[in-house]
């Protein structure tokens, strides 16, 4: 594969990811939303780390039920705390990187 051909994947990939996170804040900012959908999208984030996290505690084989995963369960109940507690992402984010280490070092 050519140097160029690389670079190019690389800028093609950086708008691809670019382009949907940041196309949509620039277009709201000039668009006055209804309460509605402001009620609406509060909770939108907090649905999506849902989705992703209660996806992330199952693993998926075809014909099977799904299998879960109670490292990463155990984990989260206690990031959930942590969260609730302290209202700190940094500090969530630290503590969940350590017990997870922790964890995995254990068992």
């Keep these: 594969m050519r140097t160029s051909d690389v670079v190019w994947a690389i800028l ?5 990811t670019f382009v949907p996170r940041v ?3 620039a277009l709201l900012k000039k668009v006055q939303l209804s309460d509605k959908a402001l009620r609406f999208l509060k909770y939108l984030p907090v649905s999506i780390i849902f989705a992703l996290t209660f ?8 014909g099977r039920l ?3 995963l ?3 369960v ?4 206690l990031l959930l705390w942590v969260a609730l507690r302290y209202k700190n992402l940094l500090l969530t984010v630290g503590v969940g990187v ?3 280490a922790l964890l995995r ?3």
Excluded at 12 to 16: E, G, P
Excluded at 55 to 62: A, G, I, M, R
Excluded at 74 to 77: G, H, I, N, P
């Design 98 to 100: 350590v017990l997870m």
């Design 23 to 25: 196309l949509p804040f």
């Design 74 to 77: 155990l984990v989260s109940l």
């Design 105 to 107: 070092f254990v068992l």
């Design 66 to 68: 799904p299998h879960v």
């Design 70 to 72: 109670w490292q990463d």
């Design 55 to 62: 996806s992330n505690l199952f693993t998926y084989e075809t």
């Design 12 to 16: 093609l990939s950086a708008l691809v």
